[in-house]
């Protein structure tokens, strides 16, 4: 049996995914592990904000003086832009190291009845003591996956959106889909016409898994594209969590707003609060309106109505 070293980082849910990112060129197969442990600054069991612990696991033989070196220059540098404590560095003994680590991870909830759980889990408790109802909306997401895992910030805000907005026959476009969790979020919520499109081909190749393994392979079409190889109909939700920049630029040149139909949801996120005014402008200037707004942290997920005509 081959010895490992695993190699973790505790992070928050802002910064889990960008650490998981930078880890995985030097992870055994390229898989990283998400740990949610709970929040470590807060006594509160209900505290929103999840600590996180992102894990690779390297074979002893590959585990050197200079790949060590290499990882910690890395989070030295992120660490200047956001705080990133150094790794922790512990040698494994010979046993099943590729499901140990899944005893400490558990459900969580996002916003009133929406629950992400592990696929191996069967229990209904979160680490907070909280339980799973019948009346939940069940995401089966695996925290092996870095992006769209429910951890970030932005995509629980983007989920909780969703939740206020999504009702019974929706169409919805979900732009820049990752492991395709909003448009499957969207899916269990009642929408029926989804159509999800990344330019990566690899989150083309998750989503698909994911909406199989949630049962609603059929209520989404998965594609890979950009906004401009989607057809221009109007959906009842456009939702996109990627970067502030790129909203604005599909805003102005794109016509983003032209995918809503009038008086349907725009839900915007991946936006920076000092990028706030900015989006908001182009949303305004492309004929929409802003009727909510939904804050974690320093990020901002905005939901705008689209005043335009039918197409």
């Known amino acids: 049996m081959t010895a490992f070293t695993e190699i973790s980082v505790v992070s928050d849910g802002e910064a889990a995914e960008a650490v998981a990112e930078v880890l995985r060129p030097f992870a055994y197969q390229n898989s990283v592990v998400l740990e949610q442990l709970g929040d470590l600054d807060s006594l509160d069991p209900m505290a929103v904000e999840p600590a996180v612990t992102v894990k690779i696991f390297v074979p002893q033989e590959e585990d050197t003086a200079q790949l060590r070196r290499r990882i910690e220059e890395i989070l030295y540098h992120m660490n200047r832009l956001y705080p990133i404590p150094e790794p922790r560095f512990k040698v494994l003994e010979e046993k099943d190291?590729?499901?140990?680590?899944?005893?400490?991870?558990?459900?969580?909830?996002?916003?009133?009845?929406?629950?992400?759980?592990?696929?191996?889990?069967?229990?209904?408790?979160?680490?907070?003591?909280?339980?799973?109802?019948?009346?939940?909306?069940?995401?089966?997401?695996?925290?092996?996956?870095?992006?769209?895992?429910?951890?970030?910030?932005?995509?629980?805000?983007?989920?909780?959106?969703?939740?206020?907005?999504?009702?019974?026959?929706?169409?919805?476009?979900?732009?820049?889909?990752?492991?395709?969790?909003?448009?499957?979020?969207?899916?269990?919520?009642?929408?029926?016409?989804?159509?999800?499109?990344?330019?990566?081909?690899?989150?083309?190749?998750?989503?698909?898994?994911?909406?199989?393994?949630?049962?609603?392979?059929?209520?989404?079409?998965?594609?890979?594209?950009?906004?401009?190889?989607?057809?221009r109909e109007q959906r009842d939700i456009v939702v996109a969590n990627i970067l502030a920049p790129v909203i604005i630029a599909m805003l102005e040149t794109a016509?983003?707003?032209?995918?809503?139909?009038?008086?349907?949801?725009?839900?915007?996120?991946?936006?920076?609060?000092?990028?706030?005014?900015?989006?908001?402008?182009a949303i305004a200037a492309a004929g929409g309106t802003v009727v909510d707004r939904l804050f974690h942290r320093d990020w901002v997920t905005i939901v705008a109505q689209s005043d335009g005509d039918e197409v």
């Not at 983003?256 to 402008?281: C, F, H, K, N, T």
Request: proline share 4%; with cysteine; charged share 20%.
């Open 97 to 231: 190291w590729a499901h140990a680590w899944k005893e400490n991870y558990h459900p969580f909830r996002v916003g009133k009845r929406i629950w992400i759980r592990p696929s191996w889990y069967e229990g209904d408790q979160s680490a907070d003591g909280d339980s799973a109802a019948a009346e939940d909306i069940v995401l089966v997401m695996d925290p092996g996956m870095a992006f769209g895992t429910g951890l970030h910030p932005t995509t629980q805000t983007c989920l909780i959106a969703l939740e206020k907005s999504v009702h019974e026959g929706d169409t919805v476009l979900d732009v820049g889909t990752g492991t395709g969790i909003l448009a499957i979020a969207a899916a269990k919520l009642g929408a029926k016409g989804i159509t999800a499109v990344d330019t990566d081909d690899l989150a083309v190749k998750a989503a698909r898994e994911n909406a199989q393994l949630n049962d609603v392979r059929e209520a989404i079409s998965v594609g890979q594209g950009d906004l401009n190889s989607v057809p």
């Open 255 to 281: 016509g983003l707003l032209d995918y809503v139909r009038p008086g349907g949801r725009l839900i915007l996120s991946g936006i920076i609060d000092e990028q706030q005014p900015q989006v908001e402008a």
